[in-house]
C-alpha cells in the first residue's frame, strides 16, 4: 500500500470499504436466495400479479431459470447503481480531497451500496437505481415529470411497497430538480397530478386486486415448471405471500414487534454515528437562497421520512426500511446541493478526530441487514 494511502486516512477508509464489498459478497452468494428466486419464477401466468413485473421480463429471455441468474442479474444492478452514484457525486460535488468524508459517508455508509450487496435480488435497489438516473439527467421540460411517472409505475410492478419507499423520494426530487427552478404551469401540474393519480391508483390495485387467482398448488406448481431444478422445492417456501392479505402482514408485524423493536437502539447508534453527514446536510438547507426553498425541501423529507414509518407498521423488514431511508436522505441531499444557494457550505472537516473515528467506524461495519440489525 503505497505511502499516500497511509498519509490519508479517508482514502484508506476508501480502500477498506472496497475490500469489505467483497466479503459481504462472497458471503452472500454462500446463502439461500429464497425470496429474491421466486420474484424471478412469478409471472403474469394467472393474470395481473402483484410483484411479478421482473419474473415476467425473465421469462421473456428464459423459459428456465436458474438459481445463478439470482447474483447475475442483482450483481449487474449492484454495479450499475455504485458507477451512476459516483457518476452522481463527481457531478455534484467533485472527487476533490475536502470531499473524500463525504464520499466514505455515502458510498462506505453500511445503510447503501454495503447493504445492497447483502439484499442481492431483493427490489430495494430498483428504487434507488432510478432515483439517481433522476438526479443525473436534464430536469428542464415536461418529458421529465413524465420519465419520474414511468418510473414510479414500474417499481410499484416491481414491488407495490414501492409507493411508500422510493416513490416519494422520486417525487422529492421532482418537485426540487423540476417544480422550484421551472416554477408551476398548466402542462407540468396536470402531468404532475396525473403521475400521482396512476401511482396510486396502480398501488390500489396491486395491493387489493393482485393476489394470484388460482389455487395454490397449481402456482407452486407452475413456479416449479420454471425452475431449472425442480428438485430445489425449499426455494418455493414463500409462495405463500402472494395469497398473503395485508391485514395479515400487519397482523405479523405487530407480534413480532416486541422482539424487533429491540433492534432501534442500533438504528439510532447507526444513524448517530452518520452524525457528520446529517450536519453538513443542515448546513446545506440552511444554505439555500430561498426561505421557500428550505420549507419545501424540510416538507420533503418529512413526507419521504413518514412513508417508512408506516413501513414499519405494516411489514417488519426493519433493518432494510432504515438502510432505505438512509439512502433517500442521501439521494435528497444531491437534490438540495443543486438548488441555488446563498453561500457555500463548509465540508466533513478532513482532519477532525471526531469525525475520523466515526467515518473509520461507518467503514469496516459491513451492513445493518434484513430483519434485524446485522
Known sequence: MNLRLWQNPWRLMLAVNAAVFIGV?????????YVPYIHLL????????KRALIGAAVSLFAAKVPVWLVFALAGTAWIITLGLFLQLFRRTFGFHERHLPLLVFMAGSPFFLKNFMHTLGHFD?????????????????IAYVLLAAVFSIVLVLIHHIHVLMYVPTIAAIVVLRHYLPQGLTWQNVIAGLAACAGSASLFIATQFFGAVDAPPQAFVDHLQSRMAD????????FAYIWYQPLSKEIADTWARLPHNILGVPVFALLIWLHTPLWRYFAGL???????????????ALAIVSAGYLVMFAIVFDYSRWVSNWAVCMFLVLHAVKMLPASRETSPIPTDDTKTTIFGAIVSLIPRVGIVRPF
Not at 425442480?230 to 417456501?237: A, F, G
Open 25 to 33: 459478497f462472497l458471503h452472500k452468494i454462500a446463502l439461500p436466495p
Open 42 to 49: 412469478v409471472d403474469y401466468h394467472f393474470g395481473f400479479t
Open 125 to 141: 435497489i430498483y428504487g434507488c437505481l432510478l432515483a439517481i438516473c433522476l438526479l443525473l439527467i436534464p430536469a428542464r421540460s
Open 230 to 237: 425442480p428438485s430445489r422445492t425449499d426455494l418455493l417456501s
Open 285 to 299: 438547507i440552511r444554505a439555500l437562497a430561498g426561505e421557500m426553498h428550505r420549507r419545501i425541501v424540510i416538507a
